[in-house]
């Protein structure tokens, strides 16, 4: 398959960017985002370079797990704006090239959400099956998925003397996939969106969502994944699934739907992004690189999602015990920075203390290594969480716009905002956009350059991922190879400069490296090449053939 005749797989190659509308812009002055002020954004989303907007919940909602338990599937939450303003921001992206995928919450629904009220109502309620029930507390409980804050994963409903399953909060009661009329409500509601113009879904809680009720025959869970995407497709056939599966690779495989591709479009590559961290620990990228190698062989439609942080825990869940402390020690010394037994409610710039070199060297990886890099708002200028806002919420503070104390996210009072921004060294009197938008130096600049690199390198959605071969431990050399060239990356992961002896065998004696963001052109003498690297130094190339009628 050549590339030429893909780029319809928009996917593989786009940079996602993810936000709460809540914090990002607000426009009518009361302390939260909206749609309005997201529009008012789009111009400086495409400046930045992305090419989809990946949108977290904004349905109605009581908001008490941000927006992640909704009570109507196909609402706007007033507090953010109106359908017309949520087609605003739709038309405003699409003009700029953005597309824009939203979350798909439908493992549960709010607590009050209408089917709830009424399922609750009597045992005989027609509602009563859009849920899991159980007569008696099962013997198997386990804590949620979040211990220390839900003991249990079945609730007394006291009207009705009966149990109901939730695998996250007891305000967010998980829905039974095994009644056909659930699945065709879960259906609909993405008809409706991609109606509304959406190029697809981020998928949350995928595992949860496909799982059998208990007692239930349901088949193949995976047909149900399969089922989704046939329809998905018949709908548009430029929709992806974006899904969230925090399970071993082998199993990532199955959610992908195997070698067939036909379940999941993307899946985060959480274990990717767990050997990374694991790798900055340990100054030395050899956990990566073997996390890389483990990646299983996917459809050349699927795509793996690469990402250093999102809303939620940094979780490290499938490091073993002694790795995770290591990362631990290392990013979270304070208990206070953990959650869960297993996460990091930090942002990276604190993780990494602040240190400029090692910072930008991260975000050069997450847009270099093979797949599609995912941003969360905030990154590309550094912003840092506000430690005093407990649990996961430290990380979801405003948009930092400019310096001023509510950073230009809002003209409200302080006191009157969605969530306070950071009051340290992180504050927008110090991290903000527009002291770093003319500032050559600065991180947005430096992300703005890596994704106008990265989108002009289709070999790093695309191409055959390859550890090259050195003589520096410390240092991750890989190219991603394809049939329109050849991308070389350096990564220094420890703290001294250092020189490597890269070996490209492979490559024409006429060859030359091309430095992607740099003035160099080195040849490629006989496939050898000597690469200077400084402290945490990157280096991005392409394998430049005479005649290539490439850029740079
Ligand atoms: C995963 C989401 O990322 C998280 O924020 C949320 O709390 C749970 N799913 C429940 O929807």
């Known amino acids: 398959m050549r590339i030429t005749d893909t780029s319809d797989l928009w996917w593989k190659t786009a940079v996602v960017y993810c936000l709460d509308v809540e914090t990002f812009l607000d426009d009518n002055g009361d302390g939260v985002g909206d749609f309005a002020g997201l529009a008012r954004r789009i111009d400086y989303l495409a400046d930045l370079g992305i090419t989809c907007l990946w949108l977290m919940p904004f349905s109605p909602s009581p908001d008490r797990d941000d927006g992640y338990d909704v009570t109507d599937f196909y609402g706007v939450d007033p507090r953010l704006g109106t359908h017309g303003d949520f087609v605003e921001v739709m038309r405003t992206a699409r003009d700029r090239g953005i597309r824009v995928i939203v979350d798909l919450v439908v493992n549960h629904t709010s607590d009050r959400h209408p089917w709830f009220l009424e399922a609750r109502k009597s045992v005989d309620n027609p509602y009563r099956d859009y849920y899991v029930w159980s007569k008696t507390k099962p013997k198997n409980d386990a ?3 979040f211990p220390g804050e839900e003991s249990s994963m079945w ?7 009966e149990y109901f399953l939730h695998s996250f909060y007891r305000h967010q ?21 991609l109606q509304m113009g959406v190029s697809g879904f981020r998928v949350d809680a995928v595992p949860f969502l496909i799982e059998a009720p208990k007692d239930t025959e349901i088949g193949d869970p995976h047909e149900f994944l399969r089922d989704i995407r046939r329809f998905l497709q018949r709908r548009s056939s430029e929709a992806v699934l974006l899904g969230e599966v925090n399970l071993p690779y082998r199993q990532q495989f199955d959610y992908f739907g195997g070698a067939a591709g036909s379940e999941l479009t993307m899946q985060f590559d ?3 992004m767990q050997s990374l961290y694991l790798s900055l620990a340990r100054r030395d990228p050899t ?7 483990q990646r299983p062989e996917i459809a050349p439609e699927s795509q793996w999602a690469n990402f250093v942080r999102n809303h939620d825990e940094l979780t490290l869940d499938k490091l ?21 037994g297993r996460g990091i409610t930090r942002r990276v710039p604190p993780m990494l203390e602040g240190d400029p070199r090692r910072i930008r060297m991260v975000y050069s990886l997450l847009f270099s290594l093979p797949g599609t890099p995912v941003l969360f708002y905030g990154e590309e200028i550094g912003m840092g969480e506000n430690a005093d806002i407990p649990g996961r919420s430290s990380v979801r503070t405003p948009m930092q716009w400019d310096a001023t104390p509510t950073g230009g996210f809002s003209s409200a009072r302080s006191s009157r905002l969605v969530a306070q921004p950071p009051g340290d060294g992180y504050a927008p009197e110090h991290v903000n956009v527009v002291a770093q938008r003319d500032d050559p130096d600065s991180l947005l600049q430096h992300v703005q350059r890596l994704i106008a690199r990265y989108r002009a390198s289709a070999e790093i959605g695309w191409g055959e991922f390859e550890v090259l ?7 991750l050399a890989h190219s991603m190879r394809s049939d329109i ?23 024409a004696e006429d060859a030359n490296l091309v430095d992607l963001l740099g003035p160099e052109r080195m040849p490629l003498d006989g496939g050898h090449v000597s690469v200077e690297l400084g402290a945490y130094g990157y280096r991005w190339f392409r394998v430049s053939r005479p005649g290539d009628g490439r850029l740079g």
């Open 320 to 340: 073993t015990e002694k790795q995770r402390n290591e990362v631990f020690e290392a990013f979270a010394p304070d208990e206070s920075q953990r959650i869960y």
């Open 287 to 293: 956990a990566l690189i073997r996390a890389l190698r």
């Open 485 to 507: 060239g050849r991308f070389v990356a350096l990564h220094n992961f420890a703290e001294r400069p250092m020189n490597v002896q890269l070996r490209l065998d492979d490559e």
């Open 469 to 475: 071969e050195h003589d520096q431990k410390a240092v």
């Open 155 to 161: 609730e007394l409903d006291e009207k009705t003397g």
């Open 173 to 193: 009661p998980d829905v039974n996939i095994a009644n056909p009329k659930v699945r065709n409500e879960i259906a609909k509601a993405i008809g409706f969106w």
């Open 143 to 145: 804590p949620t998925v």
């Open 270 to 272: 959480f274990i990717g």
